[in-house]
């Protein structure tokens, strides 16, 4: 996409909402919320989407195990997942669940032109079963041929099945590939994607006659549709497809995937296929990124090492869990998660950085100023740096890469607290030059405070407020209000409680 495009459509993996949000899902979602956040901050018309997954027989078994029918667990536990992002101030535009009518109509619509172009036939699915799950079991469970549940042997069952035919989308693919080389990012995922396609592909089932909490096959009510099918269409249901043609038309050649490393060959294989089978074209890109492991090891249910959000935002407070989640790693390999490492990157980093330069800047202007605010005045040494920070800052959002994008910005607060050591402001008397210290000082908080939004939106909105700015750095448009020079000085400031109290033990 261009940046004249002027719109950007991001989206995050629908999660299962069987599942209780936990910190992975958190950092797919929080990532993608900051990245559409700085793209709102650079002038684009975004449009974020997140939501969940909803069909298929886990849904179904818990719902009946709870007595209740699976749209009602579903409307009950999609409320966890919402309140997750709650706390985490995720700014969705839309949240999408599989269970909406218009994902009803937009799954059929995709089959049935699908269907029309000749790429999904009825054949013999033959696979290893167990009756007490009415489930397919393939692979790993294979493998040992007893049921992983039941612990009784699978047994050798014959189902007629709707396949897609993937097997002939090879070569398109490996075209597309060709001629999109960043449609898959970072470079060693799309190596992967592209092992994958030369590797040979198979169609792959889309249905089945054994389950019934899902999406009807159109043109064959006995079928259901059969989980990717499904899931992977959430992103153009939500886009406009088959009901909102001028949207469709704005949003989806600008759609950005965000996903994680396990659902790699779903979305960068069959989902580009299935579309082309459709006659419409793959995403703008899809970017991979790795696990964050706990102690070394992915979390799960059965390893009891999920950590809730909720649970640490209670603990150390939105920004800093976000700000975590963001500098800590990477993006794109896999990251260890530990509440030692969240500590270190907050004392470091918002308690001693940035928390610091706030505090003393104000208890200066407090001591010094009588409390009125000088205003930033032109040839600091600070702007070139501001400038700098401000272009590294764009650049590493851009790319997706927060970690870059963070370290950019701290490279303006690492700049101005050194100012402050050299400047000494608190040995001068009062007067010019002091005030030009500290209105430089504040100058560069308020550049920061709007780089910092993305990523840290309440934060931010504090500084504002501290520094007595109008309005919110939410409306500021990059780069343009991170020009040096604007703060306007002449306001009544006053001395706060730290930000970001130190942390200990
Ligand atoms: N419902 C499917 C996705 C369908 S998308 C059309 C699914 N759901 S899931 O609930 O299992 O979520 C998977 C996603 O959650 C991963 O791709 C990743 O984005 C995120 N993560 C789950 N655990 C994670 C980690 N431990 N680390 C990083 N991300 C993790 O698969």
Not at 435 to 445: F, K, R, T, W, Y
Request: aromatic share 12%; with cysteine; hydrophobic share 40%.
């Amino acid at each position: 996409m261009g940046r004249d495009a002027r719109s950007f459509y991001l989206t995050t993996p629908i999660y299962y909402v069987n599942d209780a949000p936990h910190v992975g899902h958190a950092y797919t979602t929080v990532t993608a919320d900051a990245i559409a956040r700085y793209h709102r901050l650079a002038g684009f018309d975004t449009h974020f989407l997140t939501g969940t997954d909803e069909h298929g027989l886990k849904v179904q078994r818990a719902a009946e195990a709870n007595g209740v029918t699976p749209q009602l667990w579903a409307d009950q536990t999609v409320e966890r997942f919402r309140e997750a992002w709650r706390i985490l101030d995720v700014s969705y535009d839309d949240f999408i669940r599989t269970t909406e009518p218009r994902h009803y109509h937009a799954v059929q619509e995709l089959l049935r032109k699908v269907h029309e172009n000749g790429h999904i036939r009825l054949d013999t699915y033959e696979g290893l079963y167990c009756v007490a799950c009415e489930a397919y079991y393939s692979d790993a469970a294979a493998q040992g041929a007893d049921c992983p549940i039941h612990g009784r042997p699978l047994e050798m069952v014959k189902e007629q099945n709707y396949f897609f035919a993937l097997s002939r989308f090879q070569d398109q693919l490996l075209q597309w590939y060709e001629s999109h080389p960043d449609f898959v990012q970072p470079q060693s995922k799309r190596n992967e994607a592209l092992g994958f396609i030369r590797h040979g592909l198979e169609d792959f089932s889309i249905s089945r006659t054994s389950l019934s909490w899902g999406v009807p096959i159109p043109w064959d009510a006995g079928h259901v549709t059969y989980v990717w099918f499904d899931a992977l269409t959430n992103y153009i249901t939500a886009a406009g497809y088959a009901s909102d043609l001028a949207a469709f038309g704005r949003l989806w050649p600008v759609a950005h995937h965000m996903i994680g490393k396990d659902i790699l060959r779903f979305h960068c294989v069959y989902w580009p296929a299935m579309l082309m089978a459709a006659g419409l074209e793959p995403p703008s890109k899809i970017y991979v990124h790795g696990y964050l492991l706990v102690g070394g090891e992915k979390m799960s249910k059965t390893k009891l090492n999920q950590i809730s959000p909720a649970d640490l935002v209670a603990d150390l407070g939105v920004d800093a869990v976000r700000y975590y989640l963001l500098r800590g790693q990477p993006f794109g390999p896999d990251g260890d998660f530990s509440y030692e490492a969240i500590e270190e990157r907050y004392n470091a980093d918002l308690a001693n950085g940035l928390g610091n330069l706030l505090s003393r800047v104000l208890t200066l202007v407090d001591r010094k100023c009588g409390g009125l605010a000088p205003g930033s005045g032109p040839g600091s040494r600070l702007a070139n740096v501001a400038a700098q920070a401000c272009a590294d800052t764009m650049a590493g959002w851009e790319s997706f890469q927060p970690s870059r994008a963070l370290a950019a910005t701290w490279d303006l607060v690492g700049a101005t607290n050194a100012m402050l050591e050299d400047r000494q402001p608190w040995h001068l008397p009062p007067g010019e030059e002091i005030e030009s210290v500290l209105g430089d000082a504040l100058e560069a908080l308020r550049v920061i405070a709007i780089l910092v939004w993305p990523a840290m939106p309440a934060g931010a909105e504090q500084i504002w407020q501290r520094l007595a700015l109008p309005g919110s750095p939410a409306s500021a448009v990059l780069p343009r209000d991170a020009a040096w020079g604007s703060y306007p000085g002449g306001a009544k400031l006053a001395r706060a409680t730290p930000l970001f109290p130190r942390r200990t033990g």
